[in-house]
């Protein structure tokens, strides 16, 4: 499975990410990433990274995927006015 990203989106303060991407079936969703920080252990440094938080339904195109996405996540409504 494979999917092809449309858009990416980042928080004003970095810490959330949104990727709108066309799925196999040729259908649009959209996910939300909350960075997340590892701390150090014996075997790795302290490192970050994005992890999935919230996984939407499918829509029909591109744009509706984004207006939901707009709608249903604070930081990004916010960050369009």
């Known amino acids: ?19 709108i991407f066309e799925s196999d079936n040729g259908l649009f969703q959209f996910c939300e990433y909350v960075l997340t920080y590892e701390d150090a252990s014996p075997y790795n440094e302290a490192f970050s990274h994005f992890l999935p938080s919230q996984m939407s339904g499918y829509y029909s195109s591109a744009e509706d995927a984004e207006a939901d996405a707009r709608a249903r996540l604070l930081w990004l409504a916010q960050k369009s006015n």
Do not use: N, Q, V
């Not at 499975?1 to 990727?19: Q, V």
């Open 1 to 19: 499975m494979t999917a092809k990203e449309i858009k990416t989106e980042t928080s004003l303060d970095g810490l959330r990410m949104l990727t």
